[in-house]
């Protein structure tokens, strides 16, 4: 048996099941992470320095990472790691300006103005996971649109490495982003620190980021009673579809860079093909490549693990595509066919869409401007990954004169009247008895 499971043209009242997302471990998660949240909210920087020398076996003289260490970070960095660094930083800046909002006024009828104000979160907290991988490219695809919005104070938290030191990618990283307060935190006590904050850590209105099931957990407990999140993610995933036209190679490499994520990661393999036979070539072929690479992996055990959940998924009916794309909803969809621009066309749930041979999703993660923080585990049917909008918040505004309340009041009036809200309904008529006296 090869390393993917294999679906053939499933029936579309079957394909969420038969791709549904794995689940480890999830029962005791909410209950340990209800403790940890109620400990920092109790406790302060205490529970944060305790957790620290429990999790991260880091014992700390201090939470927060001065800007003299931020700063010095550039020195220690390989000079082209840093380059690498300035050249993302450019390219995500570029797209996320183009974002910028238009505020208009729109007069709805004379007399009547209505608009809308696009108004910077105050404080926003990035958290920044720094277990397996120190990501230092989430801190630029959150820090950055922080910024460019005018968010005036950016925080971020991230685990410290066992000699109580954080990452001088991380520390550059933030350094060129617009961080203004680092504190070395992670886990869901980070989560819950920016929540409620503590005597290092300010309260932030919205948290952003990443990290593992305690993490996303804690972000779903403090959003249902303390602060905004930027959206539900779980573990990461991607969605590669291929034809006969594609590349083994390319689609192994794919499947891989999602797979080594770690164990809770997943990989799916869709595979258009005119029969049976012919897409069976093709998965063989993949799975060939997979074993291959994988030998030359330095994650290959995590990778592994992920591949045990694995899907290909087998296509010969072309309307049946899309239907297996939008079911499942991936954060990462990566359409690497002979007519990607057909298929594009098609996509109606995807966190990020990844078109043609050459572009791989590590592009996207990293460096061609787009944001990697996205929906995953289907949510992608109804949220947006993070955008120089979610550092936002829209206020509306009306004003309206004396002409458009005497030519509106009435539609106002009738309607209160209608739900039995005689004091809405007042509120208009002490104006209008107003607007006619004076004009006597």
Known sequence: ??????????????????????????????????????????????????????????????????????????ASLDEKLRTAIDRAKRNIERFHTAQRPRDEQVETEPGVYCWRTS??????GIYVPGGSAPLFSTVLMLGIPAQLAGCRH?????????????HPAILYAASISGVTKIVAAGGAQAIAALAYGTESV????????????????AKQQVSARR????????????????????????TAADLLSQAEHGPDSQAILVVSADDVLAGQALIDAVERELETQLEKL????????????????????LELLP????????????????????????VRNAGSVFLGEWTCESAGDYASGTNHTLPTAG??????????????????????????????????????TAESLDAHAQAVRVRLSSIEEEQK
């Not at 602060?227 to 390319?250: H, Q, R, T, W, Y």
């Open 379 to 416: 949510w992608a049917r109804s949220y947006s990954g993070v955008s120089l909008d979610s550092f936002y918040k829209k206020i509306t505004f009306q004003r309206i004169t004396s002409q458009g309340l005497q030519s509106l009041g009435p539609v106002i009036e009738t309607m209160a």
């Open 154 to 166: 950016v925080v971020l938290t991230t685990p410290p490495r066992s000699d109580g030191t954080i």
């Open 202 to 217: 300010p309260a932030v209105d919205k948290i952003f980021g990443p990290g593992n099931r305690f993490v996303t957990e």
């Open 119 to 124: 108004m910077p979160l105050e404080t926003v």
């Open 323 to 346: 239907r297996v794309i939008n079911t499942y909803g991936p954060e990462h969809l990566i359409v690497n066919t002979a007519d990607f621009a057909l298929v594009e066309k098609q």
């Open 298 to 317: 330095p994650r290959k055990e995590l990778a592994l693990r992920s591949l045990q959940h694995a899907k290909a998924v087998l296509v010969t009916d």
């Open 227 to 250: 602060c905004a999140i930027d959206l539900p993610a779980g573990p990461s995933e991607v969605m590669v579809v291929v034809d006969a036209s594609s590349n083994p190679i390319f």
């Open 1 to 74: 048996m090869g390393l993917l499971e294999r679906i053939i043209d499933p029936k579309p009242d079957e394909i969420a099941r038969l791709l549904a997302r794995p689940a480890l471990e999830a029962d005791s998660v909410a209950s340990v992470v209800a403790d940890i949240i109620e400990d920092v909210r109790l406790h302060g920087d205490s529970a944060l320095l305790a957790y620290a020398e429990r999790f991260d076996h880091a014992r700390l003289a201090s939470l927060s990472i001065s800007r003299s260490v931020m700063e010095a970070a550039k």
